[in-house]
Structure formats: C-alpha cells, structure tokens
C-alpha cells in the first residue's frame, strides 16, 4: 500500500502566499514548462492549497489550486501568479530551482 503524504488544505493558512477565495491571475510560465499555456494571462480564484511533501513545503511553499472560468482548474507555482512583486516571485523562483537542483544532484549520486 503506498501512502499519500500530500496535503490538500481548503482553508487559510497562515503563511500561505495566498487565501482562499483570492482573485488571482496567471502570469507566466514555469521554467520546467508545466503550466498549461491556455491559462496565461487569464484570471481565475484560488480555490485550495497543494502541499505535494508537507514537511518542506508548509506554509510558505504550496502549489495553489486556481479555478478558471470555463477553463477548468489546475495547479500553479506561487510565481506563476500575480500576488506579490515582481521581485518577489523571482526570487520563489530562483529558490525553487535551487532546491530542484539539490534534490537532482542528491538522486545522481545515489545511483
């Protein structure tokens, strides 16, 4: 049996980059290209927070459950939407990479 340790929360969290309910829109893609081109630029309503590995992640890291319109809902890096600065979300971003990077190098020199 394989346990899921994510953690869906549809609440506020102190500590969130976002709340619940929040008009939000998504303006730029990730590095890793997982963002769905059809939402760029579209405004959609956070609607949960994704916490893939809780112990890293909470609160200030979560992927953000965003509603759009009749687009659907999908999930989006905090830098992928326009809630803080522009400075702000580059440097999520850059520690993002950072940590991927990390992790990368921690696999490679397992095998």
Request: net charge negative.
């Amino acid at each position: 049996m394989i346990q899921d340790s994510s953690l869906i929360v549809f609440e506020d969290v102190e500590g969130a980059p976002v709340r619940i309910g929040e008009t939000v829109k998504l303006v730029s893609t990730s590095a890793d290209g997982s963002m769905n081109r059809r939402f760029l630029g579209q405004t959609g309503v956070v609607e949960a927070l994704v916490f893939d590995d809780p112990d890293l992640q909470f609160p200030h890291d979560p992927l953000i459950q965003v509603r759009v319109g009749d687009l659907g809902e999908d999930l989006f890096f905090p830098e992928e939407l326009e809630l803080a600065p522009e400075w702000a979300r580059r440097q999520i971003a850059e520690l993002r990479q950072s940590v991927r990077d990390a992790e990368r190098r921690g696999v490679e020199r397992m095998t």
